[in-house]
């Protein structure tokens, strides 16, 4: 099978498009031919190798896990022994970031408790764009946000999947006041999608201006948490699911000393890999919900298609199609 592996730390030149053995499955596991996939910040971050957390996490020197990529979509080729609800032939996706990655690639071994069958009515390039941005979507904004109908909503970073993800669930379901924070390039489309209000970082900073706010859902934590505290209402919950990871350390840390002396809660997002898969299907299938995809790159091009994702280029989700 084709597959991209990473050989070393570093940038883009460290990744090959190889031949490699076709993988078998594990009990409990099956065989999935991958026809999508799709670009997350985890997978930038094993990239470059730049955070000494990545390189705890995936090997200190070289990466441990050669075929990184988290989010696939495809078709069950085999099943390992023990499995019980899927069948060869079955459409599925979901999201391998604690089975140890290997998206990137023609076939992929999966858990069957990760994957979720794929609605018919969606593609599979839309079902690879849903599951980890999907996922921090939802959690941040239902599970720990605790969003209620006619709140007063900022999305800081919302021009990526997480934000293109989370403006819909806020303004269809939620029906929610929706400040968008990101590039001036980016505006008009998140415009489009229904945001409220519109702010190019560039220009203004919304932790002093146009709130205060019910809830803050943040891609980027490229303040201090004091500042983000400072723009919510009395109440007001920040929930963060990634971006710098020095500043995401320190809101691990002086989150809970701010919820605790004051009146706002600070709170960091841990990922529960697809545990609301079912829940986008029925989004997906009612027509509430729709992943915005920016481009398609084949493995080929894997190169380029990071090149755009860590220039923040992108509108939504960028789609590897095999």
């Known amino acids: ?25 594990n009990a409990g596991q099956v065989l999935v031919r991958v026809h999508a996939s799709s670009i997350n910040d985890w997978d930038w971050e094993v990239i470059r190798g730049r955070s000494l957390v990545v390189r705890m996490l995936h090997g200190l020197f070289t990466p441990k896990v050669p075929i990184i990529g988290c989010d696939i ?6 099943v390992g022994e023990g499995v019980k609800r899927l069948r060869v032939g079955d459409e599925v996706y979901g999201d391998l970031c604690m089975q140890g990655f290997g998206a990137f690639a023609e076939l992929a071994c999966a858990s069957e408790a990760e994957l979720a069958l794929k609605p018919a009515g969606m ?8 599951p980890q941005a999907g996922m921090l979507a939802v ?7 605790k969003i209620q109908p006619g709140q007063k909503v900022l999305l800081n970073g919302a021009g990526g999947g997480v934000g293109t993800f989370a403006l819909q669930i806020a303004k269809r379901l939620y029906d929610a006041d929706v400040t968008v924070v990101d590039r001036a390039d980016k505006l008009d489309a998140l415009r489009a999608l229904g945001a409220d209000r519109v702010v ?27 500042a983000y505290a400072r723009a919510l209402k009395p109440e007001g919950i920040y929930a963060t699911v990634g971006g710098n990871i020095p500043r995401l350390i320190q809101t691990a840390i002086v989150g809970p000393l701010i919820s605790r002396l004051s ?25 509430q919900l729709a992943p915005v995809i920016d481009r398609h790159y084949t493995l080929a091009d ?8 860590g220039a923040a280029d992108h509108k939504g989700k960028i789609v590897i199609t095999l």
């Not at 593609?123 to 849903?130: D, G, L």
């Not at 894997?302 to 994702?309: K, P, V």
């Open 139 to 145: 959690q941040g904004l239902i599970d720990v946000g």
């Open 123 to 130: 593609t599979f390039e839309q079902a690879a764009a849903i």
């Open 263 to 287: 009146n706002r809660h600070v709170r960091v997002v841990g990922l529960k890999p697809n545990k609301d898969l079912l829940y986008m299907n029925g989004l997906f299938e009612a027509g």
């Open 73 to 78: 979509a495809g078709r069950v080729e085999a």
């Open 302 to 309: 894997i190169a380029d298609a990071f090149r755009r994702f």
């Open 200 to 226: 190019d970082y560039r220009e203004e900073d919304f932790t002093r201006s146009g709130g205060p706010y019910d809830l803050i859902l943040d891609v980027k934590t490229n303040r201090s948490p004091f």
């Open 1 to 25: 099978m084709k597959a991209v592996v990473l050989k070393r730390y570093g940038g883009l030149d460290a990744l090959e498009l190889k031949d490699l053995p076709t993988p078998r499955p």
